[in-house]
């Protein structure tokens, strides 16, 4: 079966409808629907707008190339990931020659996220191996 994907944008209102239409047709059709929004201990990022908001709801300004990046760490909880393998999933790139620039963009992406960037809560450092997305 080939699928239609929808993307849209709504106001409080038309999300709570949106939500409830939702409902409808999950129940009638018997499917279950894909939510592209991840909630973390104080992080909620949303894929439909690529927007990403802390605790007290305020929206935290990523580039594209961080979303990306938070966004596929996040998908894969818990699971360690080179920094060329970061590279190759992220930017596409494969066989980089030098991988520290990496490390500042995560340090510039945990600036914005994390409470305590110098204790990170979700991106964290593996040494001598990666990063991953905190599983807790």
Do not use: M
């Amino acid at each position: 079966k080939n699928g239609k994907i929808l993307i849209a944008e709504f106001t409080d209102k038309e999300e709570d409808i949106f939500n409830q239409s939702v409902e409808l047709l999950s129940n009638t059709l018997r499917t279950e629907p894909v939510t592209l929004r991840k909630k973390y201990n104080g992080l909620d990022l949303n894929c439909f707008t690529r927007t990403v908001t802390d605790d007290k709801g305020d929206k935290i300004h990523l580039t594209a190339k961080e979303f990306d990046l938070l966004y596929f760490l996040s998908s894969h909880k818990g699971q360690v990931f080179t920094k060329e393998q970061i590279y190759e999933k992220v930017w596409g790139y494969d066989n980089i020659l030098d991988t520290s620039n990496l490390s500042s963009f995560i340090r510039k992406l945990r600036l914005k996220i994390e409470p305590r960037p110098d204790n990170p809560r979700y991106i964290i450092t593996v040494w001598g191996v990666g990063y991953k997305f905190n599983e807790k």
